[in-house]
């Protein structure tokens, strides 16, 4: 009977002492395969088209604002890129239409159609980005490349760079 009980303690530790082993084997190889397969995180392209000229009328479009965080802008000069993040603390305006100005519902600047800061706690005018023409006749936005400035006319003199707006 002593011996039973005796044989019954020692397969209970066997099983649990196999279950360890097999437990600690399997989990070295999810954390393996786990390493093979690293998380990745898919960022937006910095560089991207957004079709042709022709496509943008007079004034501000804001098709892009939701996958690009950009606004298109057609005025006499040509076409220019704004970078929809505003300049106090990141928030993204929002485009106006009736009063014709970008408001930020964070803390309530506004800019101007052209992203000139005139109310509210930004400091700065909103930064523009780099746009280019490529081999179809696409507009190619590069958001890794801005034109703006500390002060309205430190902004005006960065946008002066062709490289800031299309003359189309
Ligand atoms: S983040 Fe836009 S006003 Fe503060």
Same mark, same amino acid.
């Given at each position: 009977?002593?011996?039973?009980?005796?044989?019954?303690?020692?397969?209970?530790?066997?099983? $649990?002492?196999?279950?360890?082993?097999?437990?600690?084997?399997?989990?070295?190889?999810?954390?393996?395969?786990?390493?093979?397969?690293?998380?990745?995180?898919?960022?937006?392209?910095?560089?991207?088209?957004? +079709?042709?000229?022709?496509?943008?009328?007079f004034?501000?479009?804001?098709?892009?604002?939701?996958?690009?965080?950009?606004?298109?802008?057609?005025?006499?000069s040509?076409?220019?890129?704004?970078?929809?993040?505003?300049?106090?603390?990141?928030?993204?305006?929002?485009?106006?239409? !009736?009063?014709?100005? $970008?408001?930020?519902?964070?803390?309530?600047? +506004?800019?101007?159609?052209?992203?000139? !800061?005139f109310?509210?706690?930004?400091?700065?005018?909103?930064?523009?980005?780099?746009?280019?023409?490529?081999?179809?006749?696409?507009?190619?936005?590069?958001k890794?490349?801005?034109?703006? +400035?500390q002060?309205?006319d430190?902004?005006?003199?960065?946008?002066?760079?062709?490289?800031?707006?299309l003359?189309?």
């Amino acid at each position: 009977m002593a011996k039973d009980k005796a044989d019954r303690g020692r397969m209970g530790r066997r099983t $649990f002492i196999g279950a360890s082993v097999f437990g600690f084997i399997g989990v070295c190889l999810l954390a393996t395969v786990r390493f093979f397969f690293p998380r990745t995180l898919f960022e937006p392209k910095l560089k991207f088209p957004i +079709g042709y000229p022709a496509d943008y009328g007079f004034g501000v479009d804001t098709k892009y604002q939701q996958a690009q965080r950009i606004w298109v802008v057609r005025d006499a000069s040509g076409i220019f890129v704004i970078f929809a993040k505003c300049t106090h603390l990141g928030c993204t305006p929002d485009w106006n239409e !009736n009063e014709s100005k $970008f408001k930020c519902p964070c803390h309530g600047s +506004g800019f101007d159609s052209e992203g000139v !800061n005139f109310e509210g706690p930004a400091p700065r005018p909103l930064d523009r980005l780099k746009v280019s023409i490529d081999a179809q006749g696409q507009i190619v936005v590069d958001k890794s490349v801005t034109f703006g +400035g500390q002060s309205i006319d430190e902004a005006r003199e960065s946008w002066k760079n062709p490289s800031s707006f299309l003359a189309v």
